[in-house]
């Protein structure tokens, strides 16, 4: 790129998606039915419910939706529009599980840039999607302008849309500001009112949060964005409440076109698609084979032929996973044509592409925190703890494998480029590896489970049975001599009860005294079956009965001494 003239993007579109997870509302329930809640809220809320064009008027229907459908596969058309859907049908698979809402009263964003100057957005819409029966939501948030030198395209990349700042430059100086941000973010209204704004500066207060709440704060802009919903590390009411995820740089996709797409270099490719600092002149410090790896994982070259020069080979797409980047040429209709172009294909039929495999991730990192909370929260010693951490290891296993069956695709497409891309952004994700480590802990905290279970039937069948063996010793003597032993019991109604409270008590007494040493008293019958013991040895065993059982330790120890004895000639 010449620095003297660098190359214009004559529109830039950029869609940041930002994953996170919600709360339980209900302790105990399956299904929070998160979005309901944010319906329902009707005082300064102003997310409203958006309907599709499947949902409206049969005039609103053109063929652009119809070419959005029939890219994805029957099973994802099902997952993403529905099947038979109606405002009244049950949240399920006869409407689609997801469920988008969308503000209106954002106009635009003014972002403060690096060298002092401003730079308005036009905001194109900003939506919430959530997902049935998974406690994940995305943010969506789609910019755009026009005329956009190539260094402040890449400012954008590498700047806009960070949750939080991850360091301030100047230290503990009082004039010290974020690094690696925008200068200021401004929510602009319908009439250009300023509605909220960052607070990157505010160093102080994202040091006391993580100190108070081991948890990171978002900028206060994104908490404006995201209201009535609230952080969960916050002291502010709200019922519905989310936290991050990974990490703070928002996933996004951006749509650039040139005049003349060839006159990028290969560092300027290597910048967008990476989202790195702004060409300062110098060159990248990546050796060639970093250099080489990256155009071969993360850029797909399908229509991109540079050394033809032609219209219809001047296309390149890179999806590095968090990022994903579309650059062709200006005027094109086969690629800015908003309506029949790729940058109607961007805007729908990729764009919901990177929705599904970023809530993929989404859903697999919230079942992963699921699982973390799980074991953290348990204590072996305490019994209520012991059963929570059961229930909840159940409901996530329950939940996994509801995922699985209706919302994991290996496939969403059979289009050639909608088909790589997805398995692009999947791979650089790296979903299919998250999803085969969560399947293998669940299976291990599956397998724990049913050993427990199994380990204390073990052990409740034992103590039945020394006490059955017990009992079978009652039963054969009342057999053979009959019930009454004794004279008949009183004929006064008091002497009758007063006879049979004499004879349950000391069953009673026996009873839960013999359930109360059945472990020591199964030890003891093991020892009198084991022929390789000596007389003297399974008296040993009898006398360990009543000797005192205080630890594991000591039960460990004596299994061993018992071991022990067995192997003596």
Not at 90 to 113: K, T
Not at 418 to 434: E, H, I, P, Q, V
Not at 544 to 562: E, H, L, M, T
Request: aromatic fraction near 10%.
């Amino acid at each position: 790129m010449s620095a003297s003239t660098p190359p214009v993007a004559r529109h830039f579109r950029q869609i940041l998606m930002w994953p996170l997870r919600l709360m339980p509302m209900r302790a105990g329930d399956q299904v929070q039915r998160h979005s309901e809640a944010l319906a329902a809220i009707t005082e300064n809320n102003p997310w409203r419910e958006q309907r599709d064009e499947f949902t409206g008027a049969p005039t609103d229907f053109h063929e652009r939706h119809y070419r959005e459908f029939v890219t994805f596969l029957p099973h994802v058309q099902r997952f993403l529009y529905g099947q038979g859907r109606s405002s009244a049908t049950l949240r399920g698979y006869g409407e689609s599980p997801i469920r988008v809402f969308r503000r209106h009263d954002i106009a635009a964003v003014r972002l403060g840039c690096e060298d002092g100057s401003t730079l308005d957005l036009t905001v194109q819409h900003i939506d919430l999607y959530f997902f049935y029966d998974v406690d994940v939501v995305l943010l969506v948030l789609e910019v755009y302008a026009d005329d956009l030198p190539l260094p402040r395209v890449q400012e954008l990349l590498f700047r806009f849309g960070r949750a939080f700042p991850a360091k301030w430059t100047n230290g503990d100086s009082n004039d010290s500001r974020a690094a690696q941000c925008m200068r200021s973010v401004q929510w602009l209204g319908r009439d250009g009112e300023v509605l909220a704004e960052s607070d990157y500066g505010d160093r102080e207060r994202y040091l006391r949060h993580v100190w108070e709440h081991r948890a990171s704060a978002i900028g206060k802009h994104w908490e404006y964005l995201l209201s009535p919903m609230v952080l969960h590390h916050s002291e502010a009411d709200g019922d519905i409440r989310y936290r991050q995820l990974e990490y703070h740089r928002q996933p996004k996709m951006t749509f650039l076109s040139f005049d003349d797409p060839f006159a990028l270099t290969r560092e300027d490719f290597v910048r967008l698609g990476q989202a790195t600092q702004p060409d300062d002149g110098r060159p990248l410090p990546y050796s060639e084979e970093v250099m080489s790896e990256f155009e071969r994982t993360s850029c797909y070259d399908r229509f991109w032929v540079p050394g033809r020069r032609s219209e219809n080979a001047s296309t390149r797409v890179i999806c590095t996973g968090p990022s994903m980047v579309m650059v062709g040429m200006h005027g094109l209709s086969g690629y800015s044509d908003p309506q029949n172009g790729l940058l109607a294909e961007f805007r729908h039929q990729y764009f919901l592409i990177g929705l599904i495999a970023h809530f993929h991730r989404a859903s697999l990192l919230m079942l992963m925190d699921r699982l973390v909370v799980a074991v953290s929260l348990l204590d072996a010693d305490e019994a209520d703890s012991r059963r929570r951490f059961k229930r909840s290891i159940r409901q996530t296993m329950e939940i996994f494998l509801r995922f699985s069956h209706r919302y994991w695709f290996g496939e969403v497409s059979k289009q050639s480029m909608a088909k790589d891309l997805f398995d692009m952004w999947t791979r650089n994700l790296g979903n299919d590896a998250l999803y085969d480590e969560l399947r293998a802990e669940i299976l291990d905290m599956d397998n724990y489970l049913e050993a427990d279970d199994s380990r204390r039937q073990n052990e409740t069948l034992l103590r039945l049975t020394v006490v059955t063996i017990f009992g079978l010793v009652g039963t054969i003597v009342t057999g053979f001599l009959g019930m009454n032993i004794f004279d008949g019991p009183p004929t006064t109604l008091l002497g009758k009860i007063g006879a049979v409270v004499v004879v349950a008590i000391p069953t009673l007494v026996l009873t839960f005294y013999t359930l109360k040493k059945s472990s020591a008293l199964s030890e003891f019958f093991d020892a009198v079956s084991d022929d390789t013991l000596t007389p003297r040895q399974k008296v040993r065993a009898f006398l360990r009965i009543w000797r005192p059982r205080s630890s594991a330790a000591g039960r460990r120890r004596n299994d061993r001494i018992a071991a022990a004895a067995r192997t003596r000639p």
